[in-house]
């Protein structure tokens, strides 16, 4: 029961954290400079990784102990996660996870409980034939220094201009 409290968490955190890093410009000056100097970059750091930690948390807290195929060849205990190939963790945190497996449809069906997550993802589908898809993570981060960069350049800039 922990676990599915626990996965519930980190989706609402991953999902704000998303929502921060594109619009929390818009709350202060501060937020602002705070996002274009610091998180994004400090986020494109983090997905230079082979893993992701937020997918890999997800898919340990709804999987322990148990046993998954991945690529149809491979059988792994997911507390061996970190011994995994680069390619099977891309599998699992990238491409919805293992295909048909139950773990990722727990996942998928508590997810789309969620109204920005599940909208999120069919958006995301629409742009899947895109030579880069806009909405994956690199696509946001420079949506999130566009959004930032206009708002500190136009908003901010002019707002503190006419005030003088």
Known sequence: MIELILLH???????FFWIYVLFGGLISEYHNNA?????????YLIHIFTFHILSETKYVLMSNTKNKKINNDKIVNMKDINNLSSDDKYNICQNGFINNDTITNDINNIINKYTIPKYFEIFKKDFKNCFQNPLSAQGLLILGYIINIYLYKFYYHFTSASSH
Do not use: G, K, L
């Open 9 to 15: 968490f980190v989706i609402i955190v991953h999902v």
């Open 35 to 43: 996002i274009i100097v610091y998180i994004i970059p400090f986020t």
